[in-house]
């Protein structure tokens, strides 16, 4: 027992001598060259250094300055590697900290740690000043603290505790990202976002969530400051996001953006601030279906579709296959407009719709209604508000301005069959003046009340320069014929309006006074022409024609129906004072009277002209 104690004693000794000394040798000169014979033997590899410092009062310490480490293809090189092992779990690294690493993965055969041992695990591993060169991307002066590191059956390793990551510089696919910030820590299969900012151009973004394979979650999205100067920043950006993984989903519980500005081709918007909720941007989804978004926003101005909207401020809501809007105003046209209510496929629910102000034309619309969705089958109005509006249409075939428009609606029903027709609610509508194809009109007023498809015509005034036009009317909708029926009664009623509105051929001027009653079908054009109905007095004040010099009157009137053509006219006195014409189921008699009487036939039914005697 003695000599084995002696034995043991003597071991003891020997290793602490061995000890002493090394780390005596550590101290000189000689440091690098002990480090080189001593532990490149134990790696899977060959490890240098330039320099190896160590000290005596932190033994389980070493600094390597300037390391390279080749093993096979693979090959690391830092500017300085400094490691404490653990005393508790030797040889366990308590921390590890590389300085100046490059990391190219873009090579054919890209750095890995495979070559370390799957027991090998770090108490914390810091990373500080290094460049990463990925595949269409390149971080830039990244500085790293990894919290409870493990190489397992991992690549790279996993770690267990907190990550923190900082990047100086980063290029995405075109896109400079500088000052990136990571905070992030492992999660059931994922990791828990703690916090990711990162600033692009004179923009920050900030952001919490979670990450699990094929799903990002943000709590919170924060965007401030960002400006779009250009279609050529917009293609960039639009280039970086579509290199997202198509197999993952984004989800943001909230996204705030502030003072958001841009220029592109489609579109221009200044100082929008916006704020979302429940967005989710799914693969092979449209970016605009969110089935449960709630957002706000408000603007400077916005450029869209060849308009400008100024101050525009909106509230809305996405619920399934509807869009509910609960506020939507803005300046626009040197006007106002505002929209409330509910919008789905099928139908249209209009809560409020005010406008104020305007001045439309078909050339400035036409874009807009392009741009919106196929309407749906019904839209309903509860509230229909337009003022001192101004209506432009100055085609050289057909000009038309109106001006002073008021529209007011309540309770308003409108079904597609394929055509609009209004089947509830009460409608009135005044303007101050209107220029209809040179026809002018004085403050005309239209009054219209529909109940369950039955639609009443309550009033209609057109206001001539020395006379006016009134008339009154019944339609019944929920029929398949559609029974109609219309009264009319006007006084000093231009002649010139038939051809200036509905293209007759009946080359007149002067006046007339007109009184009647007509009634019919409305299904479609046969039931029309075999149930037209009613009667028609009219007195001619006035009256000339345009008509060819060589014919009678009759011939004349005839060749209006037939669509003759005469190169030589000459305006002549109308020789009839009095008009009377009768419709029974479609077939119209009628005649005129003057010095001469003229008889007209016309089965409407049968022909498209009639027999003038």
Known sequence: MRILAKLIASFFILCVTTLLVLAVLFHTRYSTEVF???VTPLLPGELTAKQVKYHWRQPLSLTLTQPNYHAGSQHWQADRLRVQLDTRRLPHIHWLR???????LTQSEPPSLAILPASMEIGRVLFNDVNIIGQGWQARQVSAQLDQWQKGNSPWGSVRGRAQWEAKRINWHGIELSDALLDAEPSDEGWQLNGVSFQWQRA????QGRWQPKALALSQLTISNAIIDSEHTHQQLRKALSHWPNDTTLSIDRADIRQLSAETNKISVNGLTLSAEQLTFSPHSAWWDHPQLRASFNADYLRWQGQTWEQPLGEVERRDESWIVNQLTSQWQEGFISISGQFSPKSWQIDRLR????????????PLISALPDWPQQIAVTDLSLKHNEWLALSPQFPVKVDGIDIDGRDLHLHRHPQWQLHNGTLTASASYASINQQWLAEPYLRLEASDGHVNLRQLLLGFPDGQLAASGQWNLNTPSQPWSVQIDGL??????YQAWFDWPLPLTGYHDLQGQWSGLAADVNSFKVGLNGHLAVTLLDAHAAVAPDNGWPARIAGWFQGRRVKQRQSQSFPFEQLSLKADRGHITGILQGDKSVSIDWPIYQTATPSVR
């Open 36 to 38: 080189h014979h001593l």
């Open 355 to 366: 406008a104020n102000g305007l001045t439309l034309s078909r050339e400035r619309l036409r």
């Open 98 to 104: 590389i300085d100046g690493l490059s990391i190219d």
């Open 492 to 497: 000093q009623v231009p002649l010139s309006l």
């Open 204 to 207: 920050s973004l900030s952001a």
